[in-house]
T-cell receptor, first 115, second 112 residues
Framework: GAVVSQHPSRVICKSGTSVKIECRSL??????MFWYRQFPKKSLMLMAT?????????EQGVEKDKFLINHASLTLSTLTVTSAHPEDSSFYIC???????????FGPGTRLLVL | GENVEQHPSTLSVQEGDSAVIKCTYS??????FPWYKQELGKGPQLIID?????GEKKDQRIAVTLNKTAKHFSLHITETQPEDSAVYFC???????????FGKGNQVVVIP
C-alpha cells in the first residue's frame, strides 16, 4: 500500500492562531485526498474531499473558511485550521486515493490541542 | 446515505482463540468493503478488503466474508495474538473515489 506521512504528529497552539497540517504521499500519486477528524474512542468523521488542482468538497456542517484545504500536487495536501478554538482539539487524519481506486491509505494522524 | 453498523463494540478473547466482528450496511449499491486496524495514537491501517464480486477473501490469519443479500460482512481473526489488540473499523463505499462510510469501531482485546 501507499506510504503516507503527516506533519506535525502533534501540535499545541493558542486560541486564535492558525495551524497547518501537511499530508504527504511518499510513493503514490494521490489524485484524491480525504481529511478526517476523530474524537477519542469515536469513529472517523469525514471533513472534506479534495482532488488535485481543484477546490475541496466539504461535508455538511464543516466550515470551509475555518478548515482550509489545499491540494496543490499529487503528493501534498494541507489542512489549515484557522482561528483555532479549544473545540477544534482533535485527531486529524488524512487519507489518499488513486485514480478510480476505492482503496484509501491513511496517514499516521496529527494530534491538535488548542489551549 | 450509507449507514454502517458494527457489532459488538468491545470484544475480549483469549490468546489463540478466534475473533469475529460483524458489520451491516444499508445501501445495496455499495460494492467495496475494507477493514482497518487502528492502534492507539496511530492512523488506521488497511488490513483486508473485499469487493462485491466475491464472497470471501483470506490473508493468513485474517479473512473477510460478504453476504450481499443480507448486506453484512464479517472480519475473522484466527489464532489471535496480543498484537491483534486494537480498534477495528469496517467501512463501505460505492467504489471509485466515493467516500467511505465507517462503522463505529470495535475494541478487540486479546488476553494473554
Amino acid at each position: 500500500g501507499a506510504v503516507v506521512s503527516q506533519h506535525p504528529s502533534r501540535v499545541i497552539c493558542k486560541s486564535g492562531t492558525s495551524v497547518k497540517i501537511e499530508c504527504r504521499s511518499l510513493d503514490f500519486q494521490a489524485t484524491t485526498m480525504f481529511w478526517y477528524r476523530q474524537f477519542p474512542k469515536k469513529s472517523l468523521m469525514l471533513m472534506a474531499t479534495s482532488n488535485e488542482g481543484s477546490k475541496a468538497t466539504y461535508e455538511q456542517g464543516v466550515e470551509k473558511d475555518k478548515f482550509l484545504i489545499n491540494h496543490a500536487s499529487l503528493t501534498l495536501s494541507t489542512l489549515t485550521v484557522t482561528s483555532a478554538h479549544p473545540e477544534d482539539s482533535s485527531f486529524y487524519i488524512c487519507s489518499l486515493g488513486g485514480v478510480g481506486s476505492e482503496t484509501q491509505y491513511f496517514g499516521p494522524g496529527t494530534r491538535l490541542l488548542v489551549l | 446515505g450509507e449507514n454502517v453498523e458494527q457489532h459488538p463494540s468491545t470484544l475480549s478473547v483469549q490468546e489463540g482463540d478466534s475473533a469475529v466482528i460483524k458489520c451491516t450496511y444499508s445501501d445495496s449499491a455499495s460494492n467495496y468493503f475494507p477493514w482497518y486496524k487502528q492502534e492507539l495514537g496511530k492512523g488506521p491501517q488497511l488490513i483486508i478488503d473485499i469487493r462485491s464480486n466475491v464472497g470471501e477473501k483470506k490473508d493468513q490469519r485474517i479473512a473477510v466474508t460478504l453476504n450481499k443479500t443480507a448486506k453484512h460482512f464479517s472480519l475473522h481473526i484466527t489464532e489471535t495474538q496480543p498484537e491483534d489488540s486494537a480498534v477495528y473499523f469496517c467501512a463501505a463505499s460505492k467504489g471509485g473515489n466515493n467516500r467511505l462510510a465507517f462503522g463505529k469501531g470495535n475494541q478487540v482485546v486479546v488476553i494473554p
